[in-house]
Nanobody, 126 residues
Framework: QVQLEESGGGLVQAGGSLRLSCAAS????????MAWFRQAPGKGREFVAA?????????YPISVTEGRFRIYGGNAKNTVYLQMNSLMPEDTAVYYC??????????????????WGQGTQVTVSS
């Protein structure tokens, strides 16, 4: 089992920055891909970014977050960060950390991940 715990959410003004953290415990050394998703009220879970430890490949959607968000890992591949810059009110959502233990063809679908954190709220005021 893998437990994921997010932190770093909060209230920020438009144009500001936040850094989210996700710490994996349990079978942490076995995580293959870690990712961030977000879910705004009344909407589905949206892919934000992913990192595959093998090769440190990163993935982002072609969306409004492109160029503003960056995913990166800590030294011990059990921590992942999401640096969010130039935040906009439409970035307001609960942000979830996700992980899997094996290679999956997709990194963008929620079904590719077996473990999820509880989520951290990010609110961007205009």
């Amino acid at each position: 089992q893998v437990q994921l715990e997010e932190s770093g959410g909060g209230l920020v003004q438009a144009g500001g920055s936040l850094r989210l953290s996700c710490a994996a415990s349990g079978r942490a050394v076995s995580t293959y891909t870690m990712a961030w998703f977000r879910q705004a009220p009344g909407k589905g879970r949206e892919f934000v970014a992913a990192i595959r430890w093998s090769g440190n490949h990163t993935y982002y959607p072609i969306s409004v977050t492109e160029g503003r968000f960056r995913i990166y890992g800590g030294n011990a591949k059990n921590t992942v960060y999401l640096q969010m810059n130039s935040l906009m009110p439409e970035d307001t959502a609960v942000y979830y950390c996700a992980a899997n233990l094996i290679w999956r063809a997709s990194v963008v679908g929620p079904g590719a991940y077996d473990y999820w954190g509880q989520g951290t709220q990010v609110t961007v005021s205009s």
